[in-house]
């Protein structure tokens, strides 16, 4: 397997523009997540997914950023408008329901907002 | 306060010296334990996991929990540059797949 693939690697984008972040987890994985890293705050949880049903999105900071997962393969982190203060790095993981606790993560888009 | 505690370093430490790296929470209802590392410009990889307390070795690496003082640790016996890396520390409590991290703490192997 391929591990978790993440879409574009690097995005730069102007301030007010739409971004769209894509995520394949690994395949037979039940649980998908959304973590934002900054020097600042860290890894940050945004929400998860539990075969494609958002189970908690509490830590999506407000409403421009939306998630959605529409099949087992597939997850969109969409950010609209952006600003500045959204340039991150996004990461996706998944991982299965079983004895370990372990999540794959991807490599992460980095977000610069200009 | 955040639930999670991680001093960032970074800290440098010669080649073979034995590193600690902690972190300490607040939520008692915290069962598993993790510590994460990091690559510049990659994803976090599962280093080790802990389940309540205890202490658990892998090769080089151990983890120990403490429960009763809400603190965890990593030690590396023997460090080598490659060690060099971002060490994260995660902890979900039973039930819930919400894993929560510590800032990270940057460590540097000099050769």
Not at chain 1, 28 to 53: A, C, K
Not at chain 2, 13 to 29: F, K, Q, R, W
Request: aromatic share 12%.
């Amino acid at each position: 397997d391929a591990g978790v693939i993440q879409s574009p690697r690097h995005e730069v984008t102007e301030m007010g523009q739409e971004v769209t972040l894509r995520c394949k987890p690994i395949s037979g994985h039940d649980y998908l997540f959304w973590y934002r890293q900054t020097m600042m705050r860290g890894l940050e949880l945004l929400i998860y997914f539990n075969n494609n049903v958002p189970i908690d999105d509490s830590g999506m900071p407000e409403d421009r950023f939306s998630a959605k997962m529409p099949n087992a393969s597939f997850s969109t982190l969409k950010i609209q408008p952006s600003e500045p203060r959204d340039s991150a790095v996004y990461f996706c993981a998944s991982r299965s329901t079983g004895t370990t606790t372990e999540a794959f993560f991807g490599q992460g888009t980095r977000l610069t907002v200009v | 306060q955040k639930e999670v505690e991680q001093d960032p370093g970074p800290l440098s430490v010669p080649e073979g010296a034995i590193v600690s790296l902690n972190c300490t929470y607040s939520n008692s209802a915290f069962q598993y334990f993790m510590w994460y590392r990091q690559y510049s410009r990659k994803g976090p990889e599962l280093l080790m996991y802990t389940y309540s307390s205890g202490n658990k070795e892998d090769g080089r690496f151990t983890a120990q929990v403490d429960k009763s003082s809400k603190y965890i640790s990593l030690f590396i016996r023997d460090s080598q540059p490659s060690d060099s890396a971002t060490y994260l520390c995660a902890m979900t409590a039973s039930g819930t797949y919400k894993y929560i991290f510590g800032t990270g703490t940057r460590l540097k192997v000099l050769a």
